[in-house]
């Protein structure tokens, strides 16, 4: 679920190469731009660690850990393209 939020936060699913490309040049040129990107990314990141510490007390060794960690990420991208979409619909509308 937190891996789902991140990859939500990030627009992972919405957002083409093109128009991140378009946005960071966007950010260079007015740094609030680039200050509210910043926290998106590590708002990003802080949920893909907490998922991990969350997850890993119950997975035995390192290897299992692994495995199932990139089942978690890749069962987070098919929730991105399902509901992200309209979570940040809703995040919008409640913002």
Do not use: C, K
């Not at 040049?25 to 907490?50: E, I, M």
């Amino acid at each position: 679920m937190l891996d789902a939020f991140a990859f939500v936060v990030w627009d992972v699913g919405t957002r083409p190469p093109l128009t991140l490309v378009r946005d960071l040049s966007r950010g260079l040129r007015r740094p609030r731009l680039l200050a509210q990107g910043l926290v998106r990314f590590a708002t990003g990141v802080g949920l893909l660690v907490l998922a991990a510490l969350v997850a890993r007390p119950a997975i035995p060794t390192v290897r299992a850990f692994t495995l199932i960690e990139t089942g978690m990420l890749i069962a987070a991208l098919l929730v991105e393209q399902l509901v992200g979409p309209d979570l940040r619909r809703w995040m919008l509308r409640t913002a």
